[in-house]
């Protein structure tokens, strides 16, 4: 797996990076789901320069200029809910993609710290041949990515897989790495130090979904 890490050269990153974590800033959900897109914006700049071109003529008012734009065929698929925010700063950069949904949660069957990843809802096109871009803020124990992408297997074989995640812990990067093809591409706009016994990241943000939309039932 390729690995690019975002925040390791200073940048306006950073800037919304601290953002999104501090506690006397996060809980304005406005301008944590503003700030979350324009991290998606960076990302989707950055994701940008590995794709495939192809030469084109524009014509302007005063001549024709030689220039390049998209060639590949991309589909964003963000993980519901808290992919909704980064998947649409990805969407404001490739306006032409096609778009993706799918639900994935820790189920607790037994009330305790155990846990396995339910994939319900699936909204997604075909993604044969294509650039997927698979989305989500928080990259902790890795399983619910992984599930995801068995899930959209019934979609078709891509050309490319793009992992977009703002927040790694370092296990969940090890499972990607374990269980995920060797030609996927993880983009990580920072990594974080650990999972805590809960398999929450640290130091984190807390719950990405909660602080957009609200504390869940």
Not at 5 to 34: P, T
Not at 44 to 61: F, V
Request: include cysteine; charged fraction near 25%.
């Amino acid at each position: 797996m390729q690995i690019h890490y975002l925040s390791e050269a200073n940048s306006v990153l950073n800037h919304f990076l601290g953002q999104i974590r501090n506690v006397n800033v996060q809980n304005d959900s406005m301008r944590f789901r503003r700030n979350i897109e324009r991290i998606g914006e960076i990302m989707a700049y950055e994701l940008s320069k590995n794709l495939k071109y192809r030469k084109i003529d524009i014509q302007t008012p005063l001549g024709i200029k030689k220039t390049t734009e998209i060639e590949d065929q991309l589909v964003l698929c963000s993980i519901l809910r808290a992919g909704l925010p980064l998947h649409l700063g990805f969407l404001n950069y490739f306006d032409n993609a096609e778009n993706g949904f799918v639900s994935a949660f820790r189920h607790h069957p037994n009330d305790d710290d155990f846990f396995d990843i339910l994939v319900e809802y699936e909204a997604v096109p075909n993604i044969e041949n294509k650039n997927l871009l698979l989305i989500d803020p928080m990259l902790a124990s890795g399983q619910s990515m992984v599930a995801v992408f068995n899930k959209l297997k019934n979609r078709g074989v891509p050309r490319e897989v793009h992992l977009a995640v703002i927040i790694a812990a370092p296990e969940g990067i090890a499972y990607l790495e374990k269980h995920l093809p060797s030609n996927c591409h993880l983009w990580v706009a920072t990594l974080d130090e650990k999972l805590n016994d809960k398999n929450y990241i640290v130091p984190g943000l807390g719950d990405a979904g909660d602080l957009a939309y609200g504390k869940k039932l």
